[in-house]
């Protein structure tokens, strides 16, 4: 049977894979886990629970509360809410437990359920696989004054999160900055555009008219066509282009130029070297990110410790080693000193200051990276859990390497949520990478055809 948590919580169709019953089972399960690991104190626990704006989380988030509460513990509802900002919320109350429910950048249909313990950090693996393996057991429910109440924020939480953002600044100011923010209809509709002004940029918010049903439609971080039109026709220093949670964040330059989170991170990195605020001078990234990130950061006497692609293994390596910076290229990027988690809102703040403190452009800021070519093909409908193991694969893959030498390189990986196993070439031209890849993305077609 296939583990339910992924690599970022329980994820599917709402009301289909997802349903009412299996977000309350989770509730109730973690509750018990987490309550005979010792992670609450003796008093009653309490919990926050947030979502963002798909319709459906308006069922899965009464179905969470109404687990938690059954189990005894007290939940504080927190409403439409960034991910980012249920984590700091949940370690700024000490809360005992953060329920959010979110599907991130996928589309509407999709709904899941992430949780965060004290201190408001993502669970590890074997407390995920202990709240899955407790799924429906029978249980001894609480009555009476043990049953868990269950209260409703009024936009006092959210409001703390939002001066939470600004005050990261730390004093510096956006006063000057025309910036254009796209919401994607999702959880930063709230907190986005308010964080920006009180900063002192002019912002001009777009989708940020949530209905219920638009979240990441043809908006956002995912589909940032429409932000680089924006950021043009507006004549704005810069575009910040989130996603529907509102943990990652791109951005677009004056010229609507894209700013990937490979340079999104460069550009923190040094700025907190400059500082010396960048412990260990180590960037934490992904084994995805573009090896011009890696090249640039070499130059300027940085170290990229790679991990295997996920946030959570971003996370995992800067917690272990106390590092101040990490991220993906496709926007998350974790600035420890103010977030346990990626947080689309603060980088894109963090971006401006950068901007604001050196008096110098985003493409300007930008350059310190020469992004090499990259193609990427994924290889559908083959046994992904052979493509580390098999012979000629390996032999390949190898062969590759040697060939683009210095310049480029190949990652082959099989995905974590789909029978496909994804091939990315990177090289000197586009040209090179993409013969490359495709002669690659053939054998292994070949050899693990089902």
Request: one cysteine or more; hydrophobic letters at 45%; proline letters at 3%.
């Amino acid at each position: 049977m296939a583990r339910l948590f992924g690599t970022d919580g329980v994820r599917g169709v709402a009301n289909d894979d997802l349903t009412a019953e299996l977000a309350m089972e989770l509730a109730v399960a973690a509750a018990h886990v987490l309550g005979e690991a010792g992670a609450f104190d003796d008093r009653r626990p309490f919990a926050l629970v947030g979502r963002d704006t798909r319709i459906s989380g308006e069922f899965l988030e009464a179905a969470v509360d109404a687990g938690l509460a059954s189990a005894g513990v007290d939940v504080v509802d927190v409403g439409v809410v960034p991910t980012p900002g249920l984590a700091h919320l949940v370690n700024a109350q000490g809360a005992d437990l953060g329920v959010m429910l979110s599907a991130s950048h996928n589309p509407m249909p999709d709904n899941g359920i992430k949780f965060f313990q004290r201190g408001g950090v993502k669970l590890d693996d074997d407390i995920e696989d202990a709240i899955e393996q407790r799924l429906n057991e029978p249980w001894r429910h609480p009555t009476g004054a043990a049953v868990g109440r269950i209260s409703r924020d009024d936009g006092t939480l959210l409001h703390r999160y939002i001066d939470y953002l600004v005050a990261s600044l730390e004093g510096v100011r956006l006063d000057g900055l025309k910036i254009v923010v796209d919401a994607a209809n999702g959880a930063a509709s709230l907190t986005a555009v308010p964080a920006f002004e009180a900063s002192g940029a002019t912002v001009i918010g777009t989708n940020d008219t949530p209905n219920g049903l638009n979240i990441n439609d043809n908006c956002g971080s995912t589909h940032i066509e429409g932000l680089q039109t924006a950021v043009v026709a507006h004549g704005a220093d810069l575009g910040i282009g989130l996603d529907g949670d509102a943990d990652r964040c791109l951005a677009v330059d004056a010229s609507g130029e894209i700013v990937d989170g490979d340079q999104i991170m460069a550009i923190l990195a040094l700025y907190l070297q400059s500082q010396g605020r960048l412990h260990s001078n180590t960037l934490v990234a992904t084994i995805m990110s573009n090896l011009g990130l890696i090249n640039a950061m070499k130059h300027h006497g940085i170290k990229v410790d790679q991990t295997r692609v996920g946030d959570r293994y971003v996370l995992e390596a800067m917690a272990e080693n106390g590092f101040s910076l990490g991220g993906e290229q496709s926007g998350h990027v974790i600035i420890s000193e103010y977030a346990n988690t990626g947080d689309g809102v603060l980088t894109g703040l963090h971006l401006a200051g950068c901007m604001a403190s050196s008096g110098r452009s985003i493409a300007d800021l930008a350059s310190v990276m020469t992004t090499l070519p990259q193609v990427m093909i994924n290889v559908p409908d083959v046994d992904k859990m052979r493509a580390g193991i098999d012979p000629e694969i390996t032999q390949a893959v190898t062969a590759a390497n040697r060939e683009l030498g210095e310049g480029g390189r190949v990652v082959l990986r099989p995905s974590g949520t789909e029978p496909l196993v994804r091939v990315m070439v990177e090289a000197v031209t586009q040209e090179k990478a993409q013969h490359v890849a495709e002669e690659l993305a053939a054998i292994v077609a070949r050899r693990l055809a089902r």
